[in-house]
C-alpha cells in the first residue's frame, strides 16, 4: 500500500512534444505529490508539486493532473527541449510521517532535437 | 549556493571496510534523510531523523547506521560493506510536516572494491 507506480519507464519524444508520465498509489493517507527532475551524477531536484485539494497545477511548461478518485497523477511537459532529457521521478508522502517520500520508479525521458 | 552538500562526491571502499559518507545543510531543516538509489532505480529510503529522534526503515540492514550530532551534520557508516552496497547515497532535508519540499544534495558514488 505504500508503493507508487510509475509508468511508462522510457519515454522518447521529438522536440516540441508533450510528453506524458503516469504514476498511481493506493495510500489515500499520502496528501502531497511532487515531481523531481534527475540528471545524470546529480542529486534529485523538485520540478512541481500537488496537493490532493488541487486537480491541476501549472509551473512554466510543466502541468501536474490530479485524480483524487481515481488516485492517479501525472506530469504533462508542454513545448519539450532536449535540455528537459532527464529522469522523472514522482513522489508522495504523507504529511503526518515526517514528509518522507515514497517514490516511484522513474522515467527516463529523452527529447530529441 | 549549496545548501546540502554530501561529501565525498566520490568514494571507494574495500570489501568489508567501514566507511563513513557525511551530509551537512544550511537550511536549519528538522529532517535529514539518507536515501539509497542503485543505478536505475528509484531512490530508497533508509532511514532519517526528526531533529533528534532517529526512525529506521524496517528493511533497512543493520549494516547501515547513521548519526546525527547536530542540526547541520548528518553521516551515514556502512559498518562492512558489500559489493551490493555499490550505489548513489543521496542525503535530504525538509522542514518536516506537511507538504514540504524535500531538498537532496548531489549524492555520494560509493564503489566498493
Known amino acids: 500500500q505504500q508503493q507508487v507506480k510509475q509508468s511508462p519507464q522510457s519515454l522518447i519524444v521529438q522536440k516540441g512534444g508533450i510528453p506524458i508520465i503516469n504514476c498511481a498509489y493506493e495510500n489515500t493517507a499520502f496528501d502531497y505529490f511532487p515531481w523531481y527532475q534527475q540528471f545524470p551524477g546529480k542529486g534529485p531536484a523538485l520540478l512541481i508539486a500537488i496537493r490532493p485539494d488541487v486537480s491541476e497545477k501549472k509551473e512554466g511548461r510543466f502541468t501536474i493532473s490530479f485524480n483524487k478518485s481515481a488516485k492517479q497523477f501525472s506530469l504533462h511537459i508542454m513545448d519539450s527541449q532536449p535540455g528537459d532529457s532527464a529522469t522523472y521521478f514522482c513522489?508522495?508522502?504523507?504529511?503526518?510521517?515526517?514528509?518522507?517520500?515514497?517514490f516511484g520508479q522513474g522515467t527516463t525521458l529523452q527529447v530529441k532535437p | 549556493d549549496a545548501m546540502v552538500i554530501q561529501n565525498p562526491r566520490y568514494q571507494v571502499t574495500q570489501f568489508g571496510k567501514p566507511v563513513t559518507l557525511s551530509c551537512s545543510q544550511t537550511?536549519?531543516?528538522?529532517?535529514m534523510y539518507w536515501y539509497q538509489q542503485k543505478s536505475s532505480q528509484a531512490p530508497k529510503l533508509l532511514f532519517h531523523?526528526?531533529?533528534?529522534?532517529?526512525?529506521n526503515e524496517a528493511d533497512t540492514p543493520d549494516n547501515f547506521q547513521s548519526r546525527r550530532p547536530n542540526t547541520s551534520f548528518c553521516f551515514l557508516d556502512i559498518r562492512s560493506p558489500g559489493l551490493g552496497d555499490a550505489a548513489m547515497y543521496l542525503c535530504?532535508?525538509?522542514?518536516?510536516?506537511?507538504?514540504?519540499?524535500?531538498?537532496f544534495g548531489q549524492g555520494t558514488r560509493l564503489t566498493v572494491v
Open positions: 513522489a508522495a508522502s504523507d504529511s503526518g510521517n515526517t514528509g518522507k517520500l515514497i
Open positions: 535530504a532535508t525538509s522542514r518536516g510536516g506537511a507538504n514540504t519540499e524535500a531538498f
Open positions: 537550511l536549519n531543516h528538522n529532517v
Open positions: 531523523y526528526y531533529d533528534k529522534d532517529f526512525n
